[in-house]
């Protein structure tokens, strides 16, 4: 993943992307015919990251453990 430079200096919440990932790998369909992209970037203004995913929604979600 290549950040801007501004972006380098600055800290993220432990664990937030982890949290985030871990989520669209399950309410999502994730095969080798139908992959499940997952982008990180920097927003054009960098100011922020951007978590992005391709929508695939499962039939049935597993039940939360919360």
Not at 14 to 21: D, G, K, S, Y
Not at 37 to 44: G, K, N, Q
Request: proline share 8%.
């Amino acid at each position: 993943m290549r950040l801007p430079a501004t972006l380098q200096s600055c800290y993220t919440v432990p664990a937030a992307l982890q949290m985030l990932l871990e989520n669209a790998l399950k309410h999502n369909v994730s095969s080798r015919n139908r992959p499940l992209l997952i982008e990180v970037f920097a927003s054009p203004d960098h100011e922020y990251l951007v978590v992005r995913n391709t929508l695939q929604p499962k039939s049935a979600v597993e039940r939360s453990t919360n």
